[in-house]
C-alpha cells in the first residue's frame, strides 16, 4: 500500500513538472491547420519586441514596437514606417499621436492592448523579422510562407515546449 502511494505521489509531482506552464514564450500558432504547429521564442527578460517589414507596395520597412503586460497581454506602442497610404496612415485617431520627422512618420499609441493578434506570412520575396532580446529571426525562414499565424505572448509547460518548435534554434 505504501508503495503504491508513493508511486501515486510520484506520479503526480511528475505530471505537475510537465504540464504546469513554467515559461514565458512568444507563440506563433498555425491558424487553419488540423494540427495546428506552434514555434515559440523564450521571453528572456526583456518584454520589448519589434516586429520589421517590408511593405509590400512601397518596399520600404516599417517597424512595429511592441511590449508584454504583466499579464501577457501585448501593447503596441508605436509604428514607423516612410511612406504614407495604404495600411500606413497619415494621421492620428483618439488615443494616438502621429508625427513627422525628416521624411520619417511615427505613429504611437497611449494604450492600445491585445490578446493576440494574426500574422499573415506572405510568399513574396520581402523581408519579415522578429526582434527581441538583441535576437533577430527571420520569419520567411523560420515558419511557412503562405500561412497565417496566430502570435500572443504565453506561458508554456515543459511537455508544451517538447511539442513545439523553438525558433532559437536549440
Avoid: W
Amino acid at each position: 500500500m505504501r508503495k503504491l502511494a508513493v508511486s501515486a505521489a510520484a506520479a503526480g509531482l511528475v505530471a505537475c513538472f510537465l504540464f504546469l506552464p513554467v515559461i514565458d514564450a512568444f507563440t506563433f500558432t498555425e491558424v487553419r491547420a488540423e494540427k495546428p504547429a506552434v514555434h515559440y521564442i523564450p521571453i528572456r527578460g526583456d518584454e520589448e519586441f519589434v516586429i520589421r517589414y517590408t511593405h509590400s507596395i512601397h518596399l520600404s520597412d516599417v517597424l512595429e514596437s511592441y511590449t508584454v503586460t504583466k499579464d501577457r497581454k501585448i501593447r503596441l506602442v508605436k509604428m514607423e514606417y516612410e511612406d504614407l497610404a495604404i495600411g500606413l496612415p497619415g494621421h492620428a485617431e483618439a488615443g494616438e499621436t502621429f508625427t513627422d520627422r525628416n521624411g520619417k512618420y511615427t505613429l504611437e499609441y497611449e494604450d492600445r492592448v491585445l490578446d493576440a493578434f494574426v500574422l499573415y506570412v506572405a510568399d513574396i520575396d520581402t523581408d519579415l523579422e522578429f526582434r527581441h532580446a538583441g535576437r533577430r529571426y527571420d520569419l520567411k525562414q523560420k515558419l511557412e510562407r503562405g500561412k497565417s499565424y496566430r502570435f500572443e505572448a504565453e506561458k508554456l509547460s515543459l511537455f508544451d515546449l517538447m511539442k513545439g518548435m523553438n525558433m532559437n534554434g536549440r
